[in-house]
């Protein structure tokens, strides 16, 4: 399922995401026993950090922060995804863009 790497490893900070490419996220939630894990695929709309309404202290204007990609799907579907520790974010067509290892 991996076919290009990983492009997101827990901060866009070192990101090689861009606005276009098709790619796969796959997320998954911790249970007592195992794991749950959910896929989708489109197209990067957006990312970057957001803000939430939630405070918080010591952080940028006392909100709480959080790592967002915005994707549209194949059938036009615009979904927002909000990325943690357990994301993990592949090239669908598994091609790395210029300056990126392979």
Not at 36 to 63: I, N, P, Q, Y
Not at 72 to 79: P, Q, T
Request: proline share 1%; charged share 25%; net charge negative.
């Amino acid at each position: 399922m991996d076919a290009g790497g990983s492009v997101y490893t827990g901060c866009m900070s070192d990101r090689r995401l861009e606005v276009g490419q098709q790619v796969r996220v796959v997320q998954q939630v911790p249970r007592q026993s195992g794991s749950h894990a959910a896929a989708v695929e489109g197209e990067v709309v957006s990312f970057g950090f957001s803000k939430t309404g939630s405070w918080f202290a010591h952080s940028k204007d006392k909100k709480l922060w959080i790592e967002r990609l915005e994707l549209r799907k194949a059938d036009g579907e615009l979904v927002t995804l909000n990325l943690d520790q357990y994301s993990r974010v592949e090239l669908v067509d598994g091609e790395l863009h210029d300056g990126d290892a392979a």
